[in-house]
């Protein structure tokens, strides 16, 4: 009931405010254009689109990493003793590399051999959706997850340029979603048709990064019990993973007891300990050769890990020189967007443009970093998406001595249930908070 309540307030917030910008913006039509996050369908033809050669989604890896878990077992049996896990993570390499062989980037970043999204947004045929009435719409942006956020932050100022034509307006609205809101960054930094722009709205938006992404790409993996025992429990118990209440039951009752009686902390120490000693063989070549080819992940690694994760990933001279195309975009991103981000729109704001922003919490962080017991909507932190709130841990409060330090000004940002202070955002006036809404799980719902 109550992700049902965040979902209905969720669609009127942006009946209200994302899409139409009634109040300040009446015209007889309003678009807005929605640029949404990463898992577009990707085609090794892209000029032939076809379910034959779909490239992504791919298949899921559990699969066969379970077809050799009998010799994964030896390997790292092997390892143990002699202190060598060569044929471990080469084994793990191995399994995991090939169902990414075809939708990797080249080692520029780029898709050289054909791939893509299997649609032109400048010349083929746009989605159209229609909100309240059939005067105020919206058009969907479909991109090639995988490329330059700032090579893609071009076809979408000329793909607004298209629709402001065809559709008759002066202006749009923009709508970003996840990875989306780094294209609006990127198109807001760099965009030369800024006056196309009427409102803009980031929805749980990784301009500035996510933060299990982080982690992965630098190898600060950080494995703690109680965070492994939060995020098994809620995702287990509300996302429906499995679906026998007898079983669910059973295995969240073994995960929280376990982790009482300390088994499960000794068992993450040790699992820590084989990490440590193997992140840099299979890890790192791993990322590299799977989502580590692809720029716009690379947007998503939060500033404070980046120097660390460019260092880990290409932990040579020869794999910096090899891959200095691919680095050049990275370092370009966050160099010249997600640092610069809130000053930018701070400014644009100053200048009159309208933002609001949505994001999400009261789910578990990844249980990956050192971070895990942060406020999240599962995927991304609160802080992050909300750009700055001050948040209390996970299934915590914020402190009374907290709260009381607040001036009478600032704890009417508080949440009702004091978990969130807004005062901190970079928008405190328009940001707003949907509790218990997942990360995926929103704008669905209004898609359908």
Same mark, same amino acid.
């Given at each position: 009931?109550?992700?049902?309540i965040?979902?209905?307030?969720?669609?009127?917030?942006?009946?209200?405010?994302?899409?139409p910008?009634?109040?300040?913006?009446?015209?007889?039509k309003?678009?807005?254009?929605?640029? =949404?996050?990463?898992?577009?369908?990707?085609?090794?033809?892209?000029?032939?689109?076809?379910?034959?050669?779909?490239?992504?989604p791919?298949?899921?890896?559990?699969?066969?990493?379970?077809?050799?878990?009998?010799?994964?077992?030896?390997?790292?049996?092997?390892?143990?003793v002699?202190?060598?896990?060569?044929?471990?993570?080469?084994?793990?390499?191995?399994?995991?590399?090939?169902?990414?062989?075809?939708?990797?980037?080249?080692?520029?970043?780029?898709?050289?051999?054909?791939?893509?999204?299997?649609?032109?947004m400048?010349?083929?045929?746009?989605?159209i959706?229609?909100?309240?009435?059939g005067?105020?719409?919206?058009?969907?942006?479909?991109?090639? !997850?995988?490329?330059?956020?700032?090579?893609?932050?071009?076809?979408?100022?000329?793909?607004?340029d298209?629709?402001?034509?065809?559709?008759?307006?002066?202006?749009?609205?923009?709508?970003?979603?996840?990875?989306?809101?780094?294209?609006?960054?990127?198109?807001?930094?760099?965009?030369?048709?800024?006056?196309?722009?009427?409102?803009?709205?980031?929805?749980?938006a990784?301009?500035?990064?996510v933060?299990?992404?982080?982690?992965?790409?630098?190898?600060?993996?950080?494995?703690?019990?109680?965070?492994?025992?939060? !995020?098994?429990?809620?995702?287990?118990?509300?996302?429906g993973?499995?679906?026998?209440?007898?079983?669910?039951d059973?295995?969240?009752?073994?995960?929280?007891?376990?982790?009482?009686?300390?088994?499960?902390?000794f068992?993450?120490?040790?699992v820590?300990?084989?990490?440590?000693?193997v992140k840099?063989?299979?890890l790192?070549?791993?990322?590299r050769d799977?989502?580590?080819?692809f720029?716009?992940? !690379?947007a998503?690694?939060p500033?404070?890990?980046?120097?660390?994760?460019?260092?880990?990933?290409?932990?040579?001279?020869?794999?910096?020189?090899?891959?200095?195309?691919?680095?050049?975009?990275?370092?370009?991103?966050?160099?010249n967007?997600?640092i610069t981000?809130?000053?930018?729109?701070?400014?644009?704001?100053a200048?009159?443009?309208?933002?609001?922003?949505?994001?999400?919490?009261?789910?578990?962080?990844?249980?990956l970093?050192?971070?895990?017991?942060?406020?999240?909507?599962g995927?991304?932190?609160?802080?992050?998406?909300?750009?700055?709130?001050?948040c209390?841990?996970?299934?915590?409060?914020?402190?009374?001595?907290?709260?009381?330090?607040?001036?009478?000004? =600032?704890?009417?940002?508080?949440s009702?249930?004091?978990?969130?202070?807004?005062?901190?955002?970079?928008?405190?006036?328009?940001?707003?908070?949907?509790?218990?809404?997942?990360?995926?799980?929103?704008?669905?719902?209004?898609?359908?």
């Amino acid at each position: 009931m109550k992700k049902l309540i965040s979902v209905l307030l969720s669609v009127l917030m942006l009946m209200t405010f994302a899409v139409p910008g009634i109040s300040a913006f009446a015209t007889d039509k309003e678009v807005t254009v929605y640029i =949404e996050g990463y898992g577009h369908g990707i085609y090794s033809d892209t000029k032939n689109p076809s379910a034959e050669n779909q490239i992504f989604p791919t298949e899921s890896i559990l699969e066969p990493l379970m077809g050799i878990f009998n010799d994964l077992t030896k390997d790292l049996v092997n390892g143990l003793v002699t202190g060598d896990y060569t044929e471990y993570c080469d084994r793990i390499y191995n399994a995991i590399a090939p169902a990414y062989a075809d939708l990797k980037l080249d080692k520029n970043g780029e898709a050289t051999d054909g791939s893509g999204c299997g649609k032109d947004m400048l010349t083929d045929y746009y989605h159209i959706e229609n909100y309240v009435n059939g005067s105020n719409i919206k058009v969907r942006f479909e991109y090639d !997850w995988r490329l330059s956020v700032e090579h893609n932050a071009e076809i979408l100022e000329k793909f607004i340029d298209r629709v402001c034509r065809e559709q008759n307006v002066s202006k749009v609205n923009l709508l970003g979603r996840c990875l989306g809101g780094n294209l609006v960054s990127a198109y807001l930094q760099n965009g030369k048709n800024l006056h196309r722009i009427n409102n803009v709205v980031m929805l749980i938006a990784s301009t500035e990064g996510v933060d299990f992404i982080g982690a992965l790409f630098s190898g600060k993996i950080k494995l703690d019990a109680d965070a492994v025992d939060n !995020w098994a429990n809620y995702f287990l118990s509300q996302e429906g993973i499995i679906t026998d209440p007898a079983m669910n039951d059973f295995i969240t009752s073994l995960v929280s007891f376990v982790n009482q009686i300390k088994v499960l902390g000794f068992g993450l120490d040790f699992v820590q300990m084989i990490l440590d000693e193997v992140k840099e063989n299979v890890l790192a070549r791993t990322v590299r050769d799977t989502y580590g080819s692809f720029p716009s992940y !690379w947007a998503m690694v939060p500033d404070e890990y980046y120097d660390n994760a460019i260092d880990f990933i290409f932990n040579t001279d020869e794999l910096k020189a090899e891959y200095a195309g691919l680095i050049e975009k990275a370092d370009s991103y966050h160099d010249n967007i997600q640092i610069t981000a809130r000053d930018r729109m701070a400014e644009l704001k100053a200048q009159g443009k309208d933002f609001l922003v949505i994001s999400k919490y009261n789910y578990p962080n990844f249980p990956l970093s050192k971070d895990a017991d942060a406020q999240s909507d599962g995927t991304a932190l609160t802080s992050a998406t909300s750009f700055g709130a001050y948040c209390a841990p996970y299934e915590n409060v914020l402190s009374k001595g907290y709260i009381n330090s607040l001036t009478e000004a =600032e704890k009417k940002y508080l949440s009702p249930d004091n978990m969130i202070d807004a005062s901190k955002c970079l928008f405190p006036d328009t940001t707003w908070f949907i509790k218990n809404c997942y990360h995926n799980n929103f704008p669905h719902s209004m898609d359908k």
